[in-house]
């Protein structure tokens, strides 16, 4: 017999793998209010702060007013607007590419883009710590799955040469873990794309509008934004809109316009979303984004240090996401509650969102955290983590 939803629950329950929301009633900011109380926010994908940034919220607004609440439809139907293509046009500019799409999330993107490009006969190639949507696309495309071992080229190289086949191939990667905070390889992706005539997408979620001189993210930092097929990216976490962008050439464009399902069958991003979207575009491109990307730069290397020379076991990395290694699942879920009590909101991560036994805290750093903001919440992990037996 079945089991009933009642028995499911618990099942999650009892294996310490349980899920709950919880509330911030004011805005996204390095503090928010939760429960009434002020809470240092650790835990926000909202990396340069601009979730509040008056600059976004004023273009949100004045697009609402100039443009309505709703686009109405999907693109392909009467859900087109000015800021659409606009917005496409200055991410295209920004990536330098010939072309952009936007997508409603990078969920979205991901599942869309992966679904259009290859089917029945083709095969993808994907680093096993992806994020969830590229699996999740994988699996809608009917292509064949190969999953190569965490940013393991050599073994990617091989898998390629056994399974290249005579459909499409699609190398799909994270470019930055978006768990671990670690970058991928690209210079090298793109060559073993380019040796084996592979279509090659780049998921940049935590690396756009950061990583590079000009922010452009994780394949500008690496000198390879030119050879990558499409360039992925979402609106939601540095930029602090809502929503994602494929950056691709007018070909590719096309094809996900007349193939990509999230993008044909769903109503388009409203006025509010894309007139924030482009207000963060010109403040990443302008000289307040350079002093917002080089304080989360900052940010990131003193809070790493803080917490390394405190005794945690930290994934080697540079970039903003910051794990802290915890093993099991309740010792995790314990500390983030026991540091929420201290006014400190970090996530525990738990599988399926990581291996097991690799749970964590995953901290991640603001540009508008201050620097007596870092301090003060590395001292209280500190003494929890000590108080837990985890250092
Ligand atoms: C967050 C994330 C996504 C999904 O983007 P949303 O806009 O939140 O749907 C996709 N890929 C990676 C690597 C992410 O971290």
Known sequence: MSSTIEQELEQIRSRGLYRSTRMITGKQGPHVEMGGRDVLMLCSNNYLGLADSPALIQASVEATERYGTSSGASRLVSGTMALHELLEAEIAAFKSTEAALTFNSGYAANTGIIAALV????????????????????????????????NDVRALESLLKRHRGAGR???????????????????????????????????????????????????????????????????????????????????????????????????SLPPAVLGASLAALKIIRSPAGKCLREALISNAASFRSLLSEAGFNLPVGTTQIIPILTGQAETTMRFSEMLLEEGIFVQGIRPPTVPAGACRLRCTVMATHTRQDLEWAASRITSVGKSLGVI
Request: without cysteine; charged residues 20%.
């Open 119 to 150: 089917g029945r006969g083709d095969v993808i190639f994907s680093d096993r710590l992806n994020h969830a949507s590229i699996v999740d696309g994988a699996l809608l495309s009917s292509a064949r799955l190969m999953r190569y071992p965490h």
């Open 169 to 267: 191939a699609l190398i799909v990667t994270d470019a930055v873990f978006s768990m671990d905070g670690d970058l991928a390889p690209l210079g090298e992706l793109v060559e073993l794309k380019k040796a084996h005539e592979a279509l090659l997408l780049v998921d940049d979620a935590h690396g756009s509008g950061i990583l590079g001189a000009g922010g452009g993210g994780t394949a500008e930092l690496l000198g390879v934004a030119k050879d990558v097929d499409i360039l992925m990216g979402t609106f939601g976490k540095a930029l602090g809109s809502f929503g994602a962008y494929a950056a691709l050439s007018g070909e590719l464009r096309e094809l996900l316009v007349n193939r990509a399902r999230s993008f044909i069958f769903s109503t």
